[in-house]
């Protein structure tokens, strides 16, 4: 887990998907960041919420998982490339992982990712699920 002080320097990223955008050459950057990594010193970035939807653009199934996640197994982690852009790494929930598949329309959600024991504290973030009705599509 990262440091107290940096997991609440970084909450608005995490708990409403805000991201930043280049002013000078649109680029958009997920988690935030300081510095455009194409204008670099002359770009200028501005907060931009996001969609929160987007596809799958890589998978994997998660039968082996680490310490703490042991009752969600198995589980799909997922490449999202989001509508503006940015690839983002999350848990795909709401879906069985044979009905995964590479192209699908997700969107993003608040859950809770994490918890620190009985009495510790509860991690919220994001997580994605498909779009209504897109797992039922096979074999498009």
Excluded at 18 to 35: A, E, M, S
Excluded at 56 to 72: L, N, Q
Excluded at 108 to 135: N, T
């Amino acid at each position: 887990m990262m440091s107290v002080p940096r997991f609440w320097r970084n909450t608005k990223a995490r708990y409403r998907m805000i991201g930043r955008r280049c002013r000078r050459c649109g680029q958009v950057y997920f988690p935030p960041r300081n510095l455009c990594r194409r204008c670099r010193r002359r770009g200028e970035l501005e907060e931009v919420q996001l969609s929160g939807r987007g596809e799958v653009y890589s998978f994997t199934v998660i039968r082996t998982p680490p310490v703490g996640f042991e009752r969600s197994a198995p589980y799909v982690m997922a490449l999202v490339k989001l509508e503006e852009g940015p690839m983002v790494t999350a848990q795909l929930a709401d879906v069985e992982p044979e009905e995964v598949r590479i192209g699908m329309k997700v969107r993003s959600v608040f859950r809770k990712i994490q918890e620190d024991g009985e009495a510790g504290l509860i991690y919220y973030g994001f997580k994605f699920v498909p779009v209504e009705g897109e797992h039922d599509v096979q074999g498009e």
